[in-house]
């Protein structure tokens, strides 16, 4: 394969590049390129880059693991929390049970009272009715009796006269 040097050459004219020392051009890049490296080895080149991707990768591995850390705390807390919920819900659910048997328990107060009270108005007014008869009942006696001893005084007015009232009175004060 003819090299790239050979080719340019012959594109000016066929002319051939200087050498100096009888060394062509490319040999004097591949020797310099040589003492480069061998001055990067003799510096200790390879080793600082060794040491500084070490310090790299130590300090990676140290950033990892205060991921991990803080990932252990994170569930720990997630945790935590998890409980502190499931907690409150239990707490939740027990008060909302204790409501609602406080509010049966009201419920059938209420029910009982009501039903106590209907039963005392039912009998203030049976007792109401039971007063309101006897003094109807008291009242018509009264007017019976008025109106019997209205008609006594009308038929004994009719039916006595002078002469039997005085017969009658000797009758009582006889048998006195």
């Known amino acids: 394969m003819p090299d790239i040097l050979t080719i340019l050459a012959a594109a000016e004219g066929g002319k051939a590049a200087p050498a100096a020392f009888g060394v062509q051009d490319y040999m004097w890049v591949s020797a310099a390129m040589l003492i480069l490296i ?3 080895v003799w510096k200790k080149v390879p080793g600082m880059i060794v040491g500084g991707l070490d310090s790299k990768i130590a300090e ?11 990932r252990t705390e ?4 997630r945790n ?4 502190k919920i499931a907690s409150a819900e239990q707490d939740a659910e027990k008060m909302m049970e204790g409501a609602q048997r406080e509010a049966d328990a009201i419920l059938d107060k209420a029910k009982a009272d009501g039903e106590a009270m209907v039963k005392r108005r039912k009998k203030m007014a049976e007792d109401k009715i039971a007063a309101a008869e006897r003094d109807a009942i008291a009242g018509v006696k009264a007017k019976a009796v008025e109106a019997a001893a209205a008609a006594s005084k009308t038929l004994i007015a009719e039916r006595h006269s002078s002469e039997a009232d005085a017969k009658l009175a000797d009758e009582v004060i006889g048998s006195l």
Request: net charge negative; charged share 25%.
């Open 74 to 77: 994170a569930e720990t807390l």
């Open 80 to 83: 935590e929390y998890a409980a």
């Open 38 to 40: 061998l001055v990067a």
């Open 60 to 70: 990676i591995k140290q950033q990892l693991d205060e991921a991990k850390t803080l």
